[in-house]
């Protein structure tokens, strides 16, 4: 939440899931005991959508658990994100979450 376009993103997943019915594809959980999968609304992948419209990255450590046919459409979507600068991707040097986090520890 800390980062840019936090708020934005989280401002985004409530008003795509909150008081709606939402599927949760759980397919493991993360060192820290979350659960990790696919956020479907209306048939919409919520997350896929998110990095489509640059509010969230696509975690590139997380992708060869994916199926190749979902990695390929996280990849493509964070790549057009990128390509036409949309949210996060237009700031000058955006940092992943992972790095912000690792960031934060060593201070």
Not at 32 to 44: A, H, P, T
Not at 51 to 69: N, S, T, V
Request: glycine residues 6%.
């Amino acid at each position: 939440m800390d980062q840019p376009m936090g708020v934005d993103a989280k401002r985004y997943m409530r008003r795509e899931v909150l008081n709606k019915e939402v599927t949760v594809e759980v397919s493991k959980r993360d060192i820290y005991g979350r659960e990790v999968g696919m956020v479907l609304c209306d048939g919409k992948d919520v997350g896929l959508a998110e990095i489509h419209d640059g509010l969230a990255w696509f975690d590139e450590p997380y992708a060869k658990e994916l199926r190749e046919d979902d990695r390929s459409r996280y990849q493509a979507a964070e790549a057009i994100a990128r390509d036409t600068r949309r949210g996060l991707w237009a700031q000058e040097h955006p940092q992943a979450p992972w790095e912000f986090r690792r960031a934060r520890r060593t201070k």
